[in-house]
């Protein structure tokens, strides 16, 4: 690893440590020739199968432009995005393959974005699982309406059992 300072061709190892949730390993090294100090963080490679059959890296911000179309005019910052980019990386390196394709890649990215926005969900949705008719975006949104009243009455449950009322 060559010195980002001095381009020195070495550099020594100082420390070294597992993230917590053992995806990567940050180094901390030291250049011998400047003494100056740096960090690396060393990951699994994830690639992606493209249809053609060709690899390339996962890239996060390949990611974002992939949402951001379905993001237009809803309010979601640049923040958002990365955050939703970084949610959808750890997702597939925590499914533990290190090769994946398109689809294993929609597929990890409507988790996140229902989180994010429900109406650039249901966008990505209808293009990434090929919505054909309104039928195909009812079905969708039934769906939606029915987790998030399940999850409402799950909280409620929660409040009604969980906190002792008030003296
Ligand atoms: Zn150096």
């Known amino acids: 690893m060559h010195c980002p300072f001095c381009r020195h061709a070495d550099s020594r190892v100082v420390d070294s440590r597992t993230s917590d949730d053992g995806l990567s390993i940050r180094r901390r090294r030291q250049c011998p020739q400047c003494n100056r100090r740096f960090t690396t963080i060393e990951t699994a490679s994830l690639s992606v199968v493209k249809r053609s059959g060709a690899t390339e890296p996962f890239s996060r911000e390949k990611i974002v432009n992939g949402v951001r179309k379905a993001c ?25 393959s290190a090769e994946l ?6 597929l990890a990215i409507l988790g996140p974005l229902r989180d994010l926005d429900e109406v650039a969900y249901l966008r990505f949705a209808s293009v990434y699982q090929a919505f054909s008719s309104l039928e195909d975006f009812e079905a969708a949104i039934t769906v939606l309406r029915a ?3 399940a999850a409402r009455a799950a909280a409620e ?4 059992t969980g906190q002792p009322a008030d003296a």
């Open 147 to 149: 987790e998030n009243e």
């Open 157 to 160: 449950a929660g409040d009604a």
């Open 101 to 106: 394709d398109a689809y294993e890649i929609g």
């Open 72 to 96: 237009q005019g809803r309010p979601v910052s640049d923040d958002d995005l990365a955050v939703l980019a970084q949610r959808v990386e750890e997702n597939l390196r925590a499914s533990g």
